[in-house]
């Protein structure tokens, strides 16, 4: 995770752009004019649909993003174009065709149903000038992107043509091309490096029905031969994603709970380009964006996804290595404030944890259970000989923090250099804060920064002082 905010790859995204637009209300009656709900409006967003998700999505990790569409001359245009703007979107290339209508899909939600939806739009294919203008435009400034998306929602943008001529374009400059597919005919994407169909999508364009592994690949090898792909895909939802590259690879989805899979796609296409620009191989490539979905698809409506969110799952499920998990003061705070915003509760609790024992893994395990998120302050080396004495710690603050880091109880550990964690506690603001139950009576420093204290026994006989005793023979 560390190397892929080392880069900042520059994205075209080339698709059909849409405003989706909410109106959210209440209904308590129903209309005397007609058998229809009643809803009274209190409140109306807008956010990119579309080909704009995956901007949304790629600006969120951190890409350089440019966009290449066909608009209408009209409000919505003029709205989505500020849309974009406002979150530092190139729109050089968006293209304006005065007898288009801009994609507007408006929803009715009552009291969190979606009651109704209308859409204000154009879908036959744009015009031969517009095509003509959209690929002169990429022409320009095709060998400085690092990967282009094709975003198709069968709005009219990605005809053949277009399809064809970035394609060609970019195998010219060694661009690699990636397409999020629609429709059940693929071969107007032949030449691209990857396409992302689902599961669904990828039955109806090779018509095999994908029941086992044998149909999986057979499924995953009539696209890479029909379409003249250099990797094969298929997102399979629950099930992961499936790649073909000389053998067929599995990597099983990490969704700890699913509240929405909106815009699930558009998330998986913007995290294989931002990783693939980003140097990584498909296999690191695949998990990445398993990681991303997870995310995503733990929100409600569209959702992006930050680097930062991807690296905090991934400790979460414990799939990362310990030095992941070892955090500064400034990264924990955000961390903290993140956690807590998306309605997780914080545990803070800390020690020297000076020779790792059974008593301190107890300790950490009744901590976790407190919360969903267990933070622990570890005293530096200095910290350590202050409080214990001039031949203590045994480990240095390095091996300590890694150890703590691999227990599957603790989440995020934070070494700290003054003799008590204060400042971090005041910093965290945890839920709740845990000490051992030699604090009964006593006063606990940063307990006023915290919403509760819990006191835990410590595990009798259990103790570093007493392992260093042992060792040597006392």
């Known amino acids: 995770m560390k190397t892929l905010k080392n880069h900042t790859p520059k994205i075209l995204v080339v698709g059909d752009l849409m405003i989706d637009h909410y109106l959210w209300g209440a209904c308590e009656r129903i209309s005397p004019e007609a058998p229809v709900q009643v809803v009274d409006i209190s409140k109306e967003t807008t956010v990119l649909g579309g080909a704009g998700n995956v901007i949304n999505n790629l600006h969120a990790l951190g890409a350089k993003v440019r966009v290449c569409s066909v608009i209408g001359d009209d409000s919505n245009g003029l709205e989505l174009k500020e849309m974009l703007e406002y979150i530092d979107i190139d729109t050089q290339y968006l293209i304006i065709q005065k007898d288009r209508n801009t994609s507007k899909k408006s929803r009715i939600i009552a009291v969190s149903q979606q009651i109704l939806r209308y859409d204000k739009e154009s879908k036959e294919e744009v015009s031969s000038i517009s095509q003509d203008k959209i690929l002169t435009s990429i022409s320009k400034n095709i060998s400085s992107y690092d990967a282009i998306i094709l975003s198709d929602y069968g709005k009219g943008v990605l005809t053949t043509r277009v399809c064809q001529g970035v394609i060609d374009l970019a195998k010219k400059h060694s661009v690699k091309v990636l397409v999020d597919p629609k429709g059940s005919d693929f071969t107007k994407y032949k030449g691209a490096y990857l396409l992302t169909p689902n599961k669904k999508e990828a039955m109806l364009a090779t018509s095999i029905d994908i029941r086992d592994e044998k149909s999986l690949k057979n499924a995953l090898l009539k696209l890479k031969n029909d379409i003249e792909l250099d990797i094969s895909l298929i997102t399979l939802s629950e099930d992961g994603i499936a790649t073909f590259d000389k053998e067929v690879k599995r990597f099983p989805t990490v969704a700890k709970e699913v509240f929405d899979v909106t815009g699930a796609g558009d998330t998986v296409i913007a995290s294989i380009a931002f990783s693939l620009s980003a140097g990584k191989s498909i296999e690191e490539t695949a998990s990445f964006a398993n990681l991303a979905a997870g995310v995503v698809v733990g929100k409600i409506g569209s959702?992006?996804?930050?680097?930062?969110?991807?690296?905090?799952?991934?400790?979460?499920?414990?799939?990362?290595?310990?030095?992941?998990?070892?955090?500064?003061?400034?990264?924990?705070?955000?961390?903290?404030?993140?956690?807590?915003?998306?309605?997780?509760?914080?545990?803070?609790?800390?020690?020297?944890?000076?020779?790792?024992?059974?008593?301190?893994?107890?300790?950490?395990?009744?901590?976790?259970?407190?919360?969903?998120?267990?933070?622990?302050?570890?005293?530096?080396?200095?910290s350590v000989s202050r409080l214990k004495g001039p031949k203590r710690p045994i480990n240095m603050v390095q091996d300590r923090a890694y150890l703590l880091a691999a227990l599957e109880a603790v989440d995020f550990v934070v070494p700290f250099e003054q003799d008590t964690p204060l400042e971090l506690i005041k910093m965290i603001a945890p839920d709740t804060l845990v000490k051992g139950g030699d604090y009964i009576g006593k006063d606990v420093v940063g307990t006023k920064f915290a919403s509760e204290l819990k006191l835990v026994d410590f595990v009798d006989g259990k103790s570093t002082t007493k392992t260093i005793q042992k060792i040597k023979g006392q």
């Open 303 to 382: 959702a992006t996804v930050t680097l930062d969110e991807i690296e905090e799952y991934e400790a979460s499920l414990h799939k990362s290595t310990s030095d992941a998990h070892i955090k500064s003061f400034e990264d924990i705070q955000d961390i903290a404030y993140r956690c807590k915003e998306g309605g997780k509760k914080v545990v803070f609790t800390n020690g020297c944890f000076d020779i790792l024992h059974v008593g301190h893994v107890k300790y950490l395990q009744e901590a976790k259970s407190f919360g969903d998120v267990l933070i622990v302050g570890l005293n530096s080396d200095e």
